[in-house]
């Protein structure tokens, strides 16, 4: 595909509530955080920045509150090269949020009110139809109603649309939504609740991304953390290593590599190169607080590369 190929992105927006920790609260007990911030987040909303600063053409399909919030947040959006036509303001919900702690090894957890995000319903995803139809790829997660997530899917195979799940959170997904997916990609966690498969090596990625080929799915992606990405299609496997670097937070790093990814195919990059392309993105996200705030733009992706070269 080309530059000007079109990507829809379809998923939730989240204000982030992020509290760093020397370690998590245990049942029943307090700990006195170190830093505080409200960034701007959500599954959806961070992939398609990602997607918008790595230069693709995109548009988002999703809801914000009626507060000051979802407005800034719409606006933000616009700036990071997205056509927000379709992020519509739902009257009388707050917009969505995520309380997140970080702990001092950079790991998260992370809890969710979906607000506005619930309002992106089977009727909602209809009538915004014509830019996934008119799309080349359709990149989603699973903030959003899971039945909105199938029907933009259908939508999606109607018009040969490319469907690409992140299926974050984890959680089991049905015959019906998983066939009509051409590129999935699960971390190990999400991987093992998909196909009851523990993925602890890379022996262990390669059945699973099995029992998915199986589904019908063409491509396989699973992300292994640290140890770079299982890349399988239609059964021809291969990890992709992925870049070393000190992380201060790993918030969003999975959506900026699924962001980045998706950008680098749709022009047209081999889907190895993809890999290394959104490794680079998202290991720069990992240096950086925050969910938004952490995601690069494309001239720093590049430079990025061109370091590693
Ligand atoms: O993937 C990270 C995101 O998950 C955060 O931005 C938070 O909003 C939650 O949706």
Redesign the pocket.
Known sequence: MSKNAKLTVLG?I?A?HILNLAHFPRPGETVIGKQYQIAF???GA?QAVAAGRAGADIAFIACVGADDMGERIRQQLAQDNIDVTSVERIENESTGV?M?FVNGEGENN?G?YPGANASLTVDYVERHQQLIADADALLMQL?SPLESVLAAAKIARRHQTQVILNP?PATKLSDALLSRVDIITPNETEAEILTGIAVNSDEDAARAAEVLHAKGIATVLITLGRRGVWLSEQGQGQRIAGFSVKAVDT??A??TFNGAFITARLEGKAIDDAVRFAHAAAAIAVTRPG?QPSVPWRAEIDDFMQQQD
Request: hydrophobic residues 45%; proline residues 0%; aromatic residues 0%.
């Open positions: 939730s989240n982030d987040g959500g599954k961070n995520a997140i992370i969710i903030e974050a918030i969003a999975g959506d969910a």
